[in-house]
Nanobody
Framework: QVQLVESGGDLVQPGGSLRISCAAS????????ISWYRQAPGKQRELVAK???????NYADSVKGRFTISRDNAKNTVYLQMNSLKSEDTAVYSC?????????WGQGTQVTVSS
């Protein structure tokens, strides 16, 4: 059974930065891709960023130029660096790992952007 544990969520002021992490219980190289999703209250969950096993990345239009997804294979961890944060970035951020037709989810970490 794969476990994904997110961490790093916090309260941050608008314009600030934050890095959140997703640690996997096994080698992240075994996954086809790992993604960050977010869900704000009353809204549907949306894909924020994805990184593939070949290190291709893609981002939601709303975060392009502000967020960066990266991976550290030695630590089995995927990061999401978030800069120039806005109030609309407030959400629970969850990571998802895909291996073929199998999907694994973490429990999520809360990011709140507020003054």
């Amino acid at each position: 059974q794969v476990q994904l544990v997110e961490s790093g969520g916090d309260l941050v002021q608008p314009g600030g930065s934050l890095r959140i992490s997703c640690a996997a219980s096994r080698s992240i190289g075994s996954f086809n891709d790992i993604s960050w999703y977010r869900q704000a209250p009353g809204k549907q969950r949306e894909l924020v960023a994805k990184i593939t096993s070949e290190d291709f990345t893609n981002y939601a239009d709303s975060v392009k130029g502000r967020f960066t997804i990266s991976r550290d294979n030695a630590k089995n961890t995927v990061y999401l660096q978030m800069n120039s944060l806005k109030s609309e970035d407030t959400a629970v951020y969850s990571c998802n790992a895909r291996n073929g037709w199998s999907y694994y989810w973490g429990q999520g970490t809360q990011v709140t952007v507020s003054s």
